[in-house]
């Protein structure tokens, strides 16, 4: 199989605060994890690519002070959301990119439901 | 850049019948692989189907098959002898051959009518 799972699954914070969503690969190495972010009844949105052992690379417009992610393990991504504002409230979603298969195909998260105060 | 433009932002289809999906795309390689996503109200994104540009032959998986026109750029998904579980949201997606991500469609919300 190919599972990702993400934590926590919902979180509720006050503004100015940092958030921090967990993004794992649980029976296969990642070295490609992909954050999406997704509002009501709208589409995914790629917000980063994150490389194991090296730095994200931010899609134009996202900001990367904002939303800092670490890729230190071949199983674990995470994307920090600092300074959390109601307008950061969204649905966060990862994926992996399982390595060594000829599709490079991704396998998504369940997601991240966020909700700024 | 490539677009994915998914035109039907709703779709009804009566248990047991088929429905069609409609998805164009816009690139100008011809290294790339297209892909039909289902998100149901879990949220969970769940691959259905995939197609690569090189291979003329349509693929299926069960009751999902797909309709694809390289030259018109358009990657349309049939759902055959629908089922209540079918009704999710659909994306359609693309990603070229020496890519690694994914450019996603607005997405067509299937309602599935006992």
């Known amino acids: 199989g190919a599972v990702v799972s993400q934590h926590p699954s919902w979180v509720i914070c006050k503004s100015g605060t940092s958030v921090k969503i967990e993004c794992r690969s649980l029976?296969?190495?990642?070295?490609?994890m992909f954050w999406y972010r997704q509002f009501p009844k709208q589409s995914l949105m790629l917000m980063a690519t994150?490389?194991?052992?090296?730095?994200?690379?931010?899609e134009q417009g996202v900001e990367k002070d904002k939303f800092l992610i670490n890729h230190a393990s071949l199983t674990l991504s995470t994307l920090t959301v600092t300074s959390a504002h109601p307008e950061d409230s969204s649905f966060y979603i990862c994926?992996?990119?399982?390595?060594?298969?000829?599709?490079?195909?991704?396998?998504f998260g369940p997601g991240t439901r966020l909700t700024v105060l | 850049a490539q677009t994915v433009t998914q035109s039907q932002p709703e779709m009804s289809v009566q248990e047991a019948e088929t429905v069609t999906l409609s998805c164009t795309y816009d690139?100008?390689?011809?290294?790339?692989?297209l892909f039909w996503y289902k998100q149901p109200p879990s949220r969970q994104m769940i691959l259905v189907i995939r197609?690569?540009?090189?291979?003329?032959q349509n693929a299926t998986e069960n009751r999902f098959s797909v309709n694809f026109q390289k030259a018109a750029k358009s990657f349309s998904l049939k759902i055959s002898d629908s089922q209540l579980g079918d009704a999710a949201m659909y994306f359609c997606?693309?990603?070229?051959?020496?890519?690694?991500?994914?450019?996603f469609g607005q997405g067509t919300r299937l309602t599935i009518n006992p």
């Open positions: 197609q690569e540009a090189y291979k003329q």
């Open positions: 690139t100008s390689e011809s290294d790339y692989y």
């Open positions: 994150s490389n194991e052992g090296s730095k994200a690379t931010y």
């Open positions: 994926s992996a990119r399982k390595s060594g298969v000829t599709y490079n195909e991704q396998f």
């Open positions: 997606a693309y990603r070229s051959g020496g890519a690694q991500k994914l450019v």
């Open positions: 029976d296969f190495q990642a070295t490609t």
